[in-house]
T-cell receptor, first 112, second 115 residues
Framework: GENVEQHPSTLSVQEGDSAVIKCTYSDSASNYFPWYKQELGKRPQLIIDIRSNVGEKKDQRIAVTLNKTAKHFSLHITETQPEDSAVYFC???????????FGAGTILRVKS | EPEVTQTPSHQVTQMGQEVILRCVPI?????FYWYRQILGQKVEFLVSFYNNEISEKSEIFDDQFSVERPDGSNFTLKIRSTKLEDSAMYFC?????????????FGPGTRLTVT
């Protein structure tokens, strides 16, 4: 079945440094990989996503890379700012399904 | 920018009582979902709904749960007889497409507390 492992569970970085969060999956039929940011008490917000026919996607300070062979995808945040502090969840969709499966989340703390 | 809305923001109920959580998905979206998040844990899929019927449901979504689209705008989740372990944040989400993985947009959530 669908399963996604997310690491690390917590990540502390200094403001201006980069942060990388990685997720691995087992189902090769997964074809859509979103990343959500959740601030305390708020809704998960989609920040970037990638489809299986693309290896990398970038949006300003945020990028996602996908390695289909190794079955992992990563979120990269450059020049981190205090407002990047939140919980980040990776997710995946399988085939034509629409059930989003989430990773366990990463608490990112950006220290100023 | 259109958003998914949910009511109420917080619901407190006694064990065994029925609750109905309400959602208004984004107006041109065709797929609707319910997810839940127990405090401090990850978001878990409950059910997806398309064309007035359930398209997929998880093991969590047992006979105590039901969903309905009573009119053209609302999407509801009913829990018939709440248990303590139903206490969680419940998120509604919607997406535009059908056969292609489309982005899912989440509502602000309803915090359900079962006492």
């Amino acid at each position: 079945g669908e399963n996604v492992e997310q690491h690390p569970s917590t990540l502390s970085v200094q403001e201006g440094d980069s942060a990388v969060i990685k997720c691995t999956y087992s189902d090769s039929a997964s074809n859509y990989f979103p990343w959500y940011k959740q601030e305390l008490g708020k809704r998960p917000q989609l920040i970037i996503d990638i489809r299986s026919n693309v290896g990398e996607k970038k949006d300003q300070r945020i990028a996602v890379t996908l390695n289909k062979t190794a079955k992992h995808f990563s979120l990269h945040i450059t020049e981190t700012q205090p407002e990047d502090s939140a919980v980040y969840f990776c997710g995946l969709l399988r085939g034509y399904g629409n059930k989003l499966v989430f990773g366990a989340g990463t608490i990112l703390r950006v220290k100023s | 920018e259109p958003e998914v809305t949910q009511t109420p923001s917080h619901q407190v109920t006694q064990m065994g009582q029925e609750v109905i959580l309400r959602c208004v998905p984004i107006s041109n979206h065709l797929y609707f979902y319910w997810y839940r998040q127990i405090l401090g844990q990850k978001v878990e899929f409950l059910v997806s709904f398309y064309n007035n019927e359930i398209s997929e449901k998880s093991e969590i979504f047992d006979d105590q749960f039901s969903v309905e689209r009573p009119d053209g705008s609302n999407f509801t989740l009913k829990i018939r007889s709440t248990k303590l372990e139903d206490s969680a944040m419940y998120f509604c989400a919607s997406s535009e497409g059908t056969y292609y993985p489309y982005e899912q947009y989440f509502g602000p959530g309803t915090r359900l507390t079962v006492t």
